[in-house]
Structures are given as structure tokens and as C-alpha cells.
């Protein structure tokens, strides 16, 4: 860069960072507009509400603070421990506050003094995760028209003032579950607001007996402080609560904060073009696999058909959903050598592959890991002459990588060379038979340029890399492999989830991850009743969880009964019910998924290390992380990055805010952000209201936590 270029660049800096610590407010005013650390506090008394909130902070990479009322060497609040001066600025350490209730120290409590006065000062919101309505929160008693006791299964509903605001994402409906008929999983205050109260209610639940209704989630704006109540108590799993945690978020936030969540869904359909192999009733296994004896029973393999092939394509299209079709190419090449050379299912699937993404699945599915010795059941790994396991060799990896990607050029397929599912997640390590990846996978990745390769999600949650490849865990659909038919399913299932005196294998009797069913399935409606409720619950909770992690299934669930569809139309149909057109359902393939977390620990391992450095002053938002990091971000429509000549948009549309990941622009070392004025609003217009005195403050009352909530998730 000549002499001229760098004296321009160091004036530009240096205005830019004029305009990142001086506002129009500042200019015009004798004290320095305060500086709000984009940070959170959370003070958790050990209940599930305070620890659902964390956990929303967790996911979505959100930098907090937490202090637990319970531990002894906790850190004291007060004022020193939430604000100080920066270069003569003041400071406020945390953008918002979280409390268990509206008062967890206690009536004429220091702490909770000092935590009103700062909130007064800097216009900190706060939320009270799980408190008991009454006046001191804008609530009237439940007593007076009100209703106290469970909701388990009541239809709560966000409200016009809601909608307009923090829960504008959601299309109005917060139902909330009933998974069981035995245990209470919700308890809440539904009450109205008090009399002369300065509230909004934001969600509200019908009230028994009557054709009111009462506030469960509200803001409460009193004595120069800002209050979001909540008077249900739930736990992170819980969709009510899934629902609401971005729009409690956006709340204490006001749209301007670190992290970022939205909602995935993706599904791979594995062994396209192969066939699967099919439960036997009778046996109970499954002929030509490796859980029957060896020559057991006569093996009858599931293959979709051309006609399941265009049922496929309309669903994809009717439902505006990107299938992810993991395929085996020599699985064509076989049928038509034993077919007269033609392949229906083929030239259908061929016919319509722009409709769906593809991935390599290896071309014959053979198992990558150590040889199997299949004589003995379960399986073992076969050994050498000197005892050391023998595995499958690098050259025959590598070759079952390269011929199905020949194969997929050859056909046409719009294909990533780089992504790779092996099959059965073979090659990596397969407890309890082989407990170290095979030692020739990674130099195959290499030879063939495999950079994102799958992983089964119930052995490895988290990512790692072996070779050049990273890995993407997928979650398995309890829809199984081997079953085509309704009634295969319910079967098998019966045999795995039931106890052996009634009938079952015995096999969720012993094995600690799994759980009995209380009685058999239905062999008629299991399935409709039983199995697609579980599953369709159990991936939504994923697909609300801000996890992108995509669900696997196999081509035989889309053949013969179609039993995959009940399932995915189930989940995309409640999605839809839930939310505005705002918020789609996010759908990667697989190497992006794959990039998205691992940004993402790359971001919250930066966070926990305590080397982000973030704040607001005004509308600038400006955040340090270290070199190699992109900023995760939250913000309102309208922000802007500010680079070294002019601005850029900042993140993406999603759920009514902009989010995404940024580096610095050429030249600068940090990210500054523009939000729009209207993000202030709030923050200018509450810090100028006239401030009273606090009223004293009422602990909640007792056994208000006994009231656990609980949650099935898997």
C-alpha cells in the first residue's frame, strides 16, 4: 500500500472509531451516553426456569453471567458488581437480567435494591423466569378471577400486543404438552392484570369455567423498570417453552445481542437406488443382515419402485421440502444385471433429480470398518494371523468413494465430491465390536477429497476430524431400516420396547439407554397412535432447538406403506402451525451443516474463554473476537456493518430480525454495527421517565418450585 493509500486508511480508522464511541445523543448532551456490555445475568436459584434461560444463552452462543443463589462463594450484587466507568464512560455490565422470580433475596434485600437502582439507571430489562402473580409484578391474585394449577395439554395463545412484539415469529398458537397422563408436567399463575397496572399481556391461556382469558407471559413497566413476568414453570425441553425462548431473548435484549438461533430440519434417506433387507415376525430378525444366525430365514429385500420414486418427487414439491437422497449407485448397476438391464426406479429417480440433493453413500455400501466376522451373532471383528484386528483396506475405500461418484457424473447427478455418508457409519469407531476408527479411513478421505463425512449422532454428539474431514452427526428416526410396512414396524418395535414377559426381547429391561413400553403396541394402530406422535415430537423438539444436525432415514421407509411420510408430514404440518412464514424451516445439506457447527464452537468456545468483547453505546454495537472468529450476531431489520468506506447489510433475514456470522472488514481488526434508531427507542424513553421510589418487594411464596416440570427427549 503507498504512503497516500495508508494515510487515507489511518484517517478513515480513526473516524470510524469516532463513530463508534460518539453519538448524536453524546453531542448534544453533558454526560457520556453509557456504554451496555452485550452480556447477561442470570441469577439461578437451582430451578428449571433460570436453567432453561441459560441453556437458550448456551445454544445460541449468547455470552451470561450466572450466579447461583445457592453456593456460598458466590459473588455479591451490588453496584460495584454491575457497573463501573470505562475511560470515563459509564459502564453497565450486563444488557439485561434474569431472575428466578421477581424477588429471590428477600423483603428489604440489598441486592435486590442494588439491582433496581442499576436497572432504573441504565434501563437494564429484566425477566422474572417463574413468579407467582400478584401485585407486586402487575398481576391481580389468581384467587380474583384468576387460575392456578396445571396446563398440561391447554392451548395457550400469544396475543395482538405479543404478536406486534417480541413473539411477532410465531403465528399465535403456544400449545402445551401432555406426554403423559400420569405425571403433572406444567403448573402456572394465570391471573389478570391488576387494576391501574402499567401491563401488557403477551400470552394468555383460557381460564377454566369462564370465556376470559388470563396472562401467563406480560411486561410490566413500574417505578422507571421494565419486568417481563412469567407465571408458568417449565425446563428447556418443553416446546411452550421452545416456542417463547427467542421472543424472551429478543425482549431483555431489545433485538441487540450475541448469538444467533433458528430452526433446522433436514432428512437423508439412505441406500437410494440399493435395497434394504426385511424384519421377519416369525424370526424375529432380520434374514441376510447380521442379527440373524447365519442361514436363518430367507431374506426378502425392500426397493422402492418407480411409482414410489414420482410419489417422492410430488411430496418433495407439494411440501416445499428438499429431500437429501444418500445413494448407492452399484445398487442400479445390480438390479439391472438381474433384470433384463432396466432399472424403473432409476430412470425416475433420474427424471427428477433436481429435485432433491445428493450424497455419496459409497457405491456398493459395503461395511468400511474391520472385516466382519458374521458367523457368530453379534458380529465380530476378524483377526489376522497375529491376532491384531483386520480392517478394510485404504484402496478399497477409496474405490468405493470413487465409483459411486463416477457413477453419479455419469448419470448426471448434481453431486458435492466432498461430502461422503459411508455405510452404517462404517469405518468409525462401532462400540461395543470395534472401538477405534479404522486406521485406513482417514488416508482414503484423503486420496478422494472427502472433507464432511457423517457420524451416527447416538454414538458421537460432537464433531471431530479425522484425515481432512470433519464430521456431521446425524440423528437416527426410530422409523427402521428394515420395516416397509406398518405393521413390521409395530412388531419390531414390540419386540425391542417391550418386557419379556410381555412377549418382547427383554432387550429395554436391560439396556440403560432404553425404556419399556407399558404395554405392547396396538398391531393395527401402533403406529398412527403411538410410534408417529413419539417420533414427530422428538425430532421437532431438535428442529426447535436451534440444531441443525440432520435426521436420517432409509429408502425402504419410503416404499410399499410409505411409513416415513406420516412422520415427516406430521412435523412440517405442526411447524407450520407454530410458526409465521418469518421463520421457515431452515433446510442444509450436509457440508453446510457441517460449517455451521463448526463455527459455532468455534464462537462458543471464544465465548466461555471470556475473549469476546462486545457493547453497545447508542446504536453502535461494536464486538472484538479473536482473529479467525466470526461475530455471531442478533439484530434488528436495518443494521448495517460499518467498513472502511461506507456500510454493507449486516446477517440475513430470520423470524422478523437480521442474523449472522461477520469478520472484519478489509483493514479493520473488530466489527462495528449500525443499528437503526428505533432499537434505542425503548432505552432512551424509559431512562427519561420520572423514577419513584420502590415499593418493598415480597419474596415468592412457598412451594412455588415444587411444581417440576417434565419433559421426554431423546
Not at 4 to 24: D, F, Q, Y
Not at 124 to 142: C, F, K, M, N, S
Not at 565 to 587: C, H, K, R
Given at each position: 500500500?503507498?504512503?497516500?493509500?495508508?494515510?487515507?486508511?489511518?484517517?478513515?480508522?480513526?473516524?470510524?472509531?469516532?463513530?463508534?464511541?460518539?453519538?448524536?445523543?453524546?453531542?448534544?448532551?453533558?454526560?457520556?451516553?453509557?456504554?451496555?456490555?452485550?452480556?447477561?445475568?442470570?441469577?439461578?436459584?437451582?430451578?428449571p426456569a433460570t436453567a432453561a434461560?441459560?441453556?437458550?444463552?448456551?445454544?445460541?452462543?449468547?455470552?451470561?453471567?450466572?450466579?447461583?443463589?445457592?453456593?456460598?462463594?458466590?459473588?455479591?450484587?451490588?453496584?460495584?458488581?454491575?457497573?463501573?466507568?470505562?475511560?470515563?464512560?459509564?459502564?453497565?455490565?450486563?444488557?439485561?437480567?434474569?431472575?428466578?422470580?421477581?424477588?429471590?433475596?428477600?423483603?428489604?434485600?440489598?441486592?435486590?435494591?442494588?439491582?433496581?437502582?442499576?436497572?432504573?439507571?441504565?434501563?437494564?430489562?429484566?425477566?422474572?423466569?417463574?413468579?407467582?402473580?400478584?401485585?407486586?409484578?402487575?398481576?391481580?391474585?389468581?384467587?380474583?378471577?384468576?387460575?392456578?394449577?396445571?396446563?398440561?395439554?391447554?392451548?395457550?395463545?400469544?396475543?395482538?400486543?405479543?404478536?406486534?412484539?417480541?413473539?411477532?415469529?410465531?403465528?399465535?398458537?403456544?400449545?402445551?404438552?401432555?406426554?403423559?397422563?400420569?405425571?403433572?408436567?406444567?403448573?402456572?399463575?394465570?391471573?389478570?392484570?391488576?387494576?391501574?397496572?402499567?401491563?401488557?399481556?403477551?400470552?394468555?391461556?383460557?381460564?377454566?369455567?369462564?370465556?376470559?382469558?388470563?396472562?401467563?407471559?406480560?411486561?410490566?413497566?413500574?417505578?422507571?423498570?421494565?419486568?417481563?413476568?412469567?407465571?408458568?414453570?417449565?425446563?428447556?425441553?418443553?416446546?411452550?417453552?421452545?416456542?417463547?425462548?427467542?421472543?424472551?431473548?429478543?425482549?431483555?435484549?431489545?433485538?441487540?445481542?450475541?448469538?444467533?438461533?433458528?430452526?433446522?430440519?433436514a432428512v437423508h434417506v439412505d441406500?437410494?437406488?440399493?435395497?434394504?433387507?426385511?424384519?421377519?415376525?416369525?424370526?424375529?430378525?432380520?434374514?441376510?443382515?447380521?442379527?440373524?444366525?447365519?442361514?436363518?430365514?430367507?431374506?426378502?429385500?425392500?426397493?422402492?419402485?418407480?411409482?414410489?420414486?414420482?410419489?417422492?418427487?410430488?411430496?418433495?414439491?407439494?411440501?416445499?421440502?428438499?429431500?437429501?437422497?444418500?445413494?448407492?449407485?452399484?445398487?442400479?448397476?445390480?438390479?439391472?444385471?438381474?433384470?433384463?438391464?432396466?432399472?424403473?426406479?432409476?430412470?425416475?429417480?433420474?427424471?427428477?433429480?433436481?429435485?432433491?440433493?445428493?450424497?455419496?453413500?459409497?457405491?456398493?455400501?459395503?461395511?468400511?470398518?474391520?472385516?466382519?466376522?458374521?458367523?457368530?451373532?453379534?458380529?465380530?471383528?476378524?483377526?489376522?494371523?497375529?491376532?491384531?484386528?483386520?480392517?478394510?483396506?485404504?484402496?478399497?475405500?477409496?474405490?468405493?468413494?470413487?465409483?459411486?461418484?463416477?457413477?453419479?457424473?455419469?448419470?448426471?447427478?448434481?453431486?458435492?465430491?466432498?461430502?461422503?455418508?459411508?455405510?452404517?457409519?462404517?469405518?468409525?469407531?462401532?462400540?461395543?465390536?470395534?472401538?477405534?476408527?479404522?486406521?485406513?479411513?482417514?488416508?482414503?478421505?484423503?486420496?478422494?477429497?472427502?472433507?464432511?463425512?457423517?457420524?451416527?449422532?447416538?454414538?458421537?454428539?460432537?464433531?471431530?476430524?479425522?484425515?481432512?474431514?470433519?464430521?456431521?452427526?446425524?440423528?437416527?428416526?426410530?422409523?427402521?431400516?428394515?420395516?416397509?410396512?406398518?405393521?413390521?414396524?409395530?412388531?419390531?418395535?414390540?419386540?425391542?420396547?417391550?418386557?419379556?414377559?410381555?412377549?418382547?426381547?427383554?432387550?429395554?429391561?436391560?439396556?440403560?439407554?432404553?425404556?419399556?413400553?407399558?404395554?405392547?403396541?396396538?398391531?393395527?394402530?401402533?403406529?398412527?397412535?403411538?410410534?408417529?406422535?413419539?417420533?414427530?415430537?422428538?425430532?421437532?423438539?431438535?428442529?426447535?432447538?436451534?440444531?441443525?444436525?440432520?435426521?436420517?432415514?432409509?429408502?425402504?421407509?419410503?416404499?410399499?406403506?410409505?411409513?416415513?411420510?406420516?412422520?415427516?408430514?406430521?412435523?412440517?404440518?405442526?411447524?407450520?402451525?407454530?410458526?409465521?412464514?418469518?421463520?421457515?424451516?431452515?433446510?442444509?445439506?450436509?457440508?453446510?451443516?457441517?460449517?455451521?457447527?463448526?463455527?459455532?464452537?468455534?464462537?462458543?468456545?471464544?465465548?466461555?474463554?471470556?475473549?469476546?468483547?462486545?457493547?453497545?453505546?447508542?446504536?453502535?454495537?461494536?464486538?472484538?473476537?479473536?482473529?479467525?472468529?466470526?461475530?455471531?450476531?442478533?439484530?434488528?431489520?436495518?443494521?448495517?456493518?460499518?467498513?472502511?468506506?461506507?456500510?454493507?447489510?449486516?446477517?440475513?433475514?430470520?423470524a422478523g430480525s437480521l442474523s449472522?456470522?461477520?469478520?472484519?472488514?478489509?483493514?479493520?481488526?473488530?466489527?462495528?454495527?449500525?443499528?437503526?434508531?428505533?432499537?434505542?427507542?425503548?432505552?432512551?424513553?424509559?431512562?427519561?421517565?420520572?423514577?419513584?421510589?420502590?415499593?418493598?418487594?415480597?419474596?415468592?411464596?412457598?412451594?412455588?418450585?415444587?411444581?417440576?416440570?417434565?419433559?421426554?427427549?431423546?
Open positions: 500500500m503507498n504512503r497516500k493509500l495508508r494515510r487515507a486508511a489511518l484517517a478513515l480508522t480513526t473516524a470510524s472509531l469516532a463513530l463508534a464511541t460518539v453519538t448524536p445523543l453524546e453531542a448534544a448532551a453533558a454526560d457520556p451516553v453509557p456504554r451496555i456490555d452485550l452480556k447477561i445475568l442470570v441469577v439461578s436459584d437451582g430451578g434461560i441459560a441453556a437458550e444463552l448456551d445454544g445460541a452462543g449468547t455470552p451470561y453471567t450466572l450466579v447461583d443463589l445457592g453456593r456460598a462463594d458466590r459473588p455479591a450484587i451490588n453496584a460495584a458488581f454491575l457497573s463501573d466507568t470505562v475511560s470515563g464512560r459509564p459502564r453497565a455490565k450486563f444488557q439485561a437480567v434474569v431472575l428466578p422470580n421477581d424477588n429471590p433475596f428477600g423483603e428489604g434485600s440489598a441486592e435486590m435494591a442494588a439491582l433496581a437502582t442499576y436497572e432504573k439507571k441504565f434501563a437494564i430489562p429484566q425477566v422474572d423466569a417463574y413468579t407467582y402473580a400478584r401485585p407486586e409484578v402487575g398481576l391481580d391474585y389468581p384467587v380474583n378471577g384468576g387460575y392456578s394449577g396445571s396446563l398440561d395439554g391447554a392451548k395457550a395463545q400469544v396475543t395482538a400486543a405479543g404478536k406486534a412484539g417480541p413473539f411477532g415469529y410465531l403465528d399465535g398458537a403456544v400449545p402445551f404438552e401432555d406426554n403423559s397422563p400420569t405425571v403433572g408436567e406444567s403448573y402456572a399463575f394465570a391471573a389478570k392484570p391488576l387494576a391501574g397496572a402499567d401491563f401488557t399481556s403477551y400470552v394468555e391461556v383460557p381460564l377454566p369455567q369462564s370465556q376470559e382469558r388470563g396472562t401467563i407471559v406480560g411486561e410490566y413497566r413500574h417505578d422507571g423498570r421494565r419486568e417481563l413476568v412469567v407465571s408458568f414453570v417449565y425446563n428447556q425441553h418443553q416446546q411452550q417453552y421452545r416456542l417463547l425462548a427467542r421472543g424472551i431473548v429478543g425482549w431483555m435484549t431489545q433485538g441487540v445481542h450475541l448469538g444467533l438461533n433458528r430452526n433446522y430440519f441406500d437410494v437406488f440399493g435395497a434394504d433387507d426385511r424384519w421377519d415376525s416369525a424370526l424375529n430378525c432380520t434374514p441376510g443382515d447380521v442379527d440373524c444366525q447365519p442361514g436363518q430365514g430367507v431374506p426378502r429385500p425392500i426397493r422402492m419402485t418407480a411409482d414410489d420414486a414420482r410419489y417422492a418427487a410430488q411430496w418433495s414439491t407439494e411440501r416445499k421440502f428438499t429431500l437429501d437422497m444418500v445413494y448407492n449407485g452399484g445398487g442400479s448397476v445390480r438390479y439391472k444385471a438381474e433384470n433384463g438391464g432396466s432399472d424403473p426406479l432409476a430412470q425416475q429417480l433420474l427424471a427428477d433429480k433436481a429435485r432433491y440433493r445428493w450424497v455419496n453413500h459409497t457405491y456398493d455400501h459395503p461395511y468400511l470398518g474391520c472385516v466382519q466376522d458374521v458367523s457368530v451373532v453379534p458380529w465380530v471383528c476378524a483377526k489376522n494371523a497375529d491376532g491384531s484386528v483386520k480392517y478394510v483396506t485404504r484402496s478399497v475405500i477409496a474405490a468405493q468413494i470413487r465409483d459411486n461418484r463416477n457413477w453419479a457424473v455419469n448419470a448426471g447427478l448434481s453431486l458435492q465430491s466432498d461430502e461422503l455418508v459411508t455405510g452404517e457409519h462404517s469405518g468409525l469407531k462401532t462400540l461395543p465390536q470395534q472401538p477405534a476408527d479404522n486406521p485406513n479411513l482417514a488416508g482414503a478421505l484423503s486420496d478422494t477429497g472427502i472433507r464432511s463425512l457423517a457420524s451416527d449422532n447416538s454414538r458421537e454428539r460432537q464433531q471431530r476430524t479425522l484425515g481432512p474431514a470433519t464430521t456431521v452427526p446425524r440423528y437416527p428416526m426410530n422409523v427402521f431400516y428394515n420395516a416397509a410396512r406398518a405393521a413390521e414396524q409395530i412388531d419390531e418395535y414390540n419386540w425391542i420396547y417391550t418386557r419379556k414377559a410381555d412377549g418382547g426381547s427383554g432387550i429395554c429391561e436391560t439396556a440403560a439407554n432404553t425404556t419399556c413400553l407399558e404395554a405392547p403396541l396396538d398391531p393395527v394402530t401402533g403406529y398412527t397412535d403411538y410410534i408417529v406422535p413419539l417420533e414427530t415430537r422428538i425430532a421437532l423438539s431438535h428442529a426447535l432447538a436451534n440444531d441443525p444436525r440432520p435426521h436420517f432415514i432409509h429408502q425402504s421407509n419410503l416404499a410399499e406403506d410409505r411409513i416415513a411420510y406420516p412422520v415427516l408430514n406430521a412435523i412440517i404440518a405442526a411447524y407450520e402451525g407454530l410458526y409465521a412464514d418469518s421463520a421457515p424451516l431452515v433446510n442444509l445439506r450436509q457440508k453446510d451443516i457441517g460449517a455451521e457447527l463448526t463455527e459455532r464452537a468455534a464462537w462458543d468456545t471464544a465465548v466461555r474463554a471470556g475473549r469476546i468483547t462486545a457493547y453497545r453505546i447508542g446504536n453502535t454495537v461494536t464486538v472484538q473476537a479473536p482473529a479467525g472468529v466470526k461475530t455471531t450476531a442478533t439484530m434488528p431489520a436495518g443494521t448495517r456493518q460499518n467498513l472502511l468506506l461506507g456500510t454493507a447489510p449486516f446477517g440475513t433475514a430470520y449472522g456470522r461477520v469478520s472484519p472488514a478489509l483493514l479493520q481488526t473488530q466489527i462495528t454495527l449500525t443499528v437503526p434508531g428505533t432499537a434505542t427507542t425503548a432505552l432512551t424513553t424509559e431512562a427519561a421517565r420520572p423514577v419513584a421510589e420502590p415499593a418493598g418487594e415480597l419474596p415468592a411464596p412457598k412451594g412455588v418450585r415444587r411444581h417440576v416440570p417434565y419433559g421426554v427427549t431423546r
